[in-house]
């Protein structure tokens, strides 16, 4: 399996998630764990999707998602497991 984490942070505006679900799911990816919160207005999502039967390739997924967050006003970051654990260690 190979796991994909996504996170989405910015503004809260209304589709924010519809949009990125609609997205993973037109491309075969499943997701498996998602976490979202609104702090006064500001929108943060993470996802832990399993892109192993993805019909796109991780960087161009990537550069859609990123693509996808400028026209609703969000910062998408699309990263494989291993790499996001390495950045993240303590």
């Known amino acids: 399996m190979k796991k994909t984490i996504i996170t989405v942070v910015g503004r809260d505006t209304i589709g924010i998630i519809a949009k990125v679900c609609t997205y993973l799911a037109d491309h075969q990816v499943n ?48 990263q494989h497991e291993d790499i996001f654990n390495m950045m993240h260690r303590i």
Do not use: P
């Open 31 to 78: 997701i498996e764990d998602i976490s979202q919160t609104i702090i006064q207005g500001y929108f943060n999502m993470m996802m832990v999707a399993d892109t192993s039967q993805a019909s796109i390739s991780a960087a161009d997924m990537s550069k859609d998602l990123k693509a996808l967050g400028e026209t609703i006003g969000v910062v998408i970051r699309c």
